[in-house]
Structures are given as C-alpha cells and as structure tokens.
T-cell receptor, first 115, second 115 residues
Framework: DAGVIQSPRHEVTEMGQEVTLRCKPI?????LFWYRQTMMRGLELLIY????????DSGMPEDRFSAKMPNASFSTLKIQPSEPRDSAVYFC?????????????FGDGTRLSIL | EDKVVQSPLSLVVHEGDTVTLNCSYE??????LLWYKQEKKAPTFLFML????IEKKSGRLSSILDKKELFSILNITATQTGDSAVYLC???????????????FGQGTTLQVKP
C-alpha cells in the first residue's frame, strides 16, 4: 500500500518567494495533518483537516501560511512570502478516525530551506 | 496549556544495554499516548496506549501507560545500533464530542547505541 506521499522532497528558494508543499494522504483516511519540525521547537502541528474541512488551524504561525484540501486525496501548504525562519522539515500525516485507535502515518517530509 | 515532556533528551548506551525512556503529559481530553521512532525521515509508529497498566510489546520494545500519574515509559532491551534514533511520544487530545483531535508531541529523546 502506498503511504503518505509528499512533494517536493527538498525545496531551496530565496526569501520572498512563494512556496507550495503538496501531500497525498493514504487512500480512505479522512484526517490529514500538517506538521513543522525544527531543532528548536520539535514537531509542531500547524493545521488539520477532517473530511477536507479545516478543524484546527491554531498552529499556523501567521497569515503568510495557508493550507487547502480541495479533495480527499490532495492537500497543499503554501507560504507566501517565505522567510528564512520558515526553514524546517514539513510533514504531512493522515489517519482514519480518532476513536478507532488508528495511529497517524507520516510522509517522508519536505525539507525547506529559505535563503 | 497542553504539554508533553520527555526525558532524558539524549542518551548514549552500548549494544546490549537496556534503556528506559520517559514521557509525562498534561493533556486535556486525553485519549491515548503514542510512541514513534524517527530515524532519517518520517516518524514511524511504535505503540498506541489507551488503557492504564497494560503493557504493549513488540520484540525488544515495550511500553506502558499510567493514567493516574500521567506518564508512560518505553523500554528497549538488548539494544542494537539500529535502535539509534529519536523517540517521540505524543498525547492524543480529543476535541468536542471526541470525533476530532490532535497529537501533542514531546521534544523527543535522542538515543545513540554504540557498538
């Protein structure tokens, strides 16, 4: 079975540019999560969706960050304009049901470097 | 504020040693505690603990949850160099009616196993 698929794997861009990260969750999973991981702050939840609807975006750092889930098999995380402090590894994860004791499965992440 | 605290933050042992990793949590509407192993890329799922006092085992790894004292431990016996990784614990917090929720991650414990 295909796992969570993220693209690109690596992204290097100059500050001020728009960055778009993509995620395809595991088929049949109705929850999708976006995380950011840095050495200083560890793994932080940015936003999560249930059935394509954003449920909790309290972790989104500021208005420069936006996320969409136009359908059950695709989500994007966009940063515009990007800043050097946005450099991190961004993970997408998916699961099915909160009470079904199913864990979240993570993609391999996008390593983002803003110069 | 919901938080998960892991200790120690880093640990160096030799092959064959037994290690115990600690995780304490303060999570409202707590549902479960999860352990993940992170090597180079994505966190991979190890255990989900929902009930207190029931040990879960997978090979040389085992884990248990104490919901009264709000902590969990992860034990690794007869460690091998392949166990070297960051071990993350996370509390699953449910929202509202309990059909949605999110993970709150600890900082992680970096384990290095030397030959």
């Amino acid at each position: 079975d295909a796992g969570v698929i993220q693209s690109p794997r690596h992204e290097v861009t100059e500050m001020g540019q728009e960055v778009t990260l993509r995620c395809k969750p595991i088929s049949g999973h109705d929850y999708l999560f976006w995380y950011r991981q840095t050495m200083m702050r560890g793994l932080e939840l940015l936003i999560y969706f249930n059935n394509n609807v954003p449920i909790d975006d309290s972790g989104m750092p500021e208005d420069r960050f936006s996320a969409k889930m136009p359908n059950a098999s695709f989500s994007t995380l966009k940063i515009q304009p990007s800043e050097p402090r946005d450099s991190a590894v961004y993970f997408c994860a998916s699961t099915t049901g909160m009470r079904s004791n199913q864990p979240q499965h993570f993609g391999d992440g996008t390593r983002l470097s803003i110069l | 504020e919901d938080k998960v605290v892991q200790s120690p933050l880093s640990l160096v042992v030799h092959e064959g040693d037994t290690v115990t990793l600690n995780c304490s949590y303060e999570v409202t509407n707590f549902r479960s505690l999860l352990w993940y192993k992170q090597e180079k890329k994505a966190p991979t799922f190890l255990f989900m603990l929902t009930s207190s006092g029931i040990e879960k085992k997978s090979g040389r790894l085992s884990s248990i949850l104490d919901k009264k004292e709000l902590f969990s431990i992860l034990n690794i016996t007869a460690t091998q160099t392949g166990d070297s990784a960051v071990y993350l614990c996370a509390g699953l917090l449910l929202h509202g009616s309990g059909n949605t929720g999110k993970l709150i991650f600890g900082q992680g414990t970096t384990l290095q196993v030397k030959p």
